[in-house]
């Protein structure tokens, strides 16, 4: 990762550590509102992926299960494993900050759990319309995890190999 004055502005304002925390901490939320459980870890590299890539985003639909949507949408994800595998880093920060931040805490069993001592964050202060879908979406993939089975049932559905 480049440290943050060799980055383009561009990229430095769309994959803020803030910004992508923001949508992480929407889809761990949603994911444990539907299960009751903490998130499992490896599935927070598949939610920026998803949501970044606007072609992407716009297709998501939670009332499709995961494993339909796939096959409804193949063309989405031939450059799905390559666009996970480059915001490895991005999301890595994004974590990082919400585990510093205390807005999550790491489970001993390694999951993400939204910790209970923070403040919610706020789906509606600082936030457009396209701030407003991302986080929406985000909502959307928890609700896909929360019904499609194993972690590894996923990464398979979507082509990527942990």
Request: with cysteine; hydrophobic share 40%.
């Amino acid at each position: 990762m480049n440290s943050w004055n060799k980055r383009t502005r561009e990229v430095a304002h769309l994959l803020n550590p803030a910004f992508c925390g923001r949508m992480l901490y929407s889809a761990i939320n949603a994911y444990s509102i539907k299960t009751k459980r903490a998130f499992p870890f490896p599935l927070v590299y598949l939610v920026l992926p998803l949501v970044l890539h606007k072609e992407t985003r716009a297709n998501i639909n939670s009332r499709t299960q995961l494993h339909l949507w796939v096959q409804q949408h193949p063309q989405l994800l031939i450059d799905f494993p390559q666009r996970t595998t480059e915001l490895i880093p991005i999301t890595n920060e994004a974590v990082e900050l919400l585990l510093q931040t205390g807005k999550l805490v790491l489970t001993p069993n390694a999951e993400l759990e939204v910790s209970p001592t923070s403040r919610s964050l706020s789906k509606t202060k600082y936030v457009d319309s396209e701030i407003a879908e991302c986080l929406l979406k985000c909502e959307h993939i928890a609700r896909w995890f929360a019904t499609a089975g194993k972690v590894e049932n996923i990464y398979i559905e979507l082509g990527v190999r942990p």
